[in-house]
């Protein structure tokens, strides 16, 4: 099964110069766990809320840290056509739960550790039904 289906179009899209405290309050907002970060170099960067907790935790004042502190600057980036299982061992393999969706390298939707939990399950649960 393909990712595309599963992918989630509301994209958060911010700057590297956003701060972090209104990021935080954006992907709170949206309820989304991760948020694209546009940089000048083309490619999407991305700032998930574990880098959010990371820099509460060290101790950075949210309201003037711009995201790009805490930012993947090269995050895994996928296309629609990627495989289910890849993803989910791409995931796994890479420690995180979200993955930028790219088509001809321009981000279209976001996919996260969940929404490849409640497909693969789906299709589990199909599976069992006679």
Not at 4 to 33: S, Y
Not at 47 to 64: F, H, K, N, Q
Not at 111 to 120: C, H, K, M, T
């Amino acid at each position: 099964m393909e990712i595309g289906p599963l992918v989630t179009q509301r994209l958060l899209t911010v700057g590297p110069d956003h701060n972090m405290l209104e990021t935080a309050r954006l992907m709170h907002e949206r309820n989304v766990g991760a948020a694209i970060v546009q940089t000048d170099e083309g490619h999407p960067g991305i700032i998930t809320e574990r880098d959010v907790l990371r820099a509460t935790s060290e101790g950075a004042d949210l309201a003037s840290t711009p995201v790009s502190a805490y930012m993947t600057t090269t995050p895994v980036c996928a296309t629609t056509t990627w495989d289910v299982v890849v993803a989910a061992k791409t995931m796994r393999r890479g420690g995180f739960r979200h993955l930028i969706v790219l088509d001809d390298g321009i981000p279209i939707g976001m996919l996260s550790i969940r929404d490849l939990v409640d497909a693969l399950l789906e299709d589990y649960e199909r599976s069992l039904l006679p």
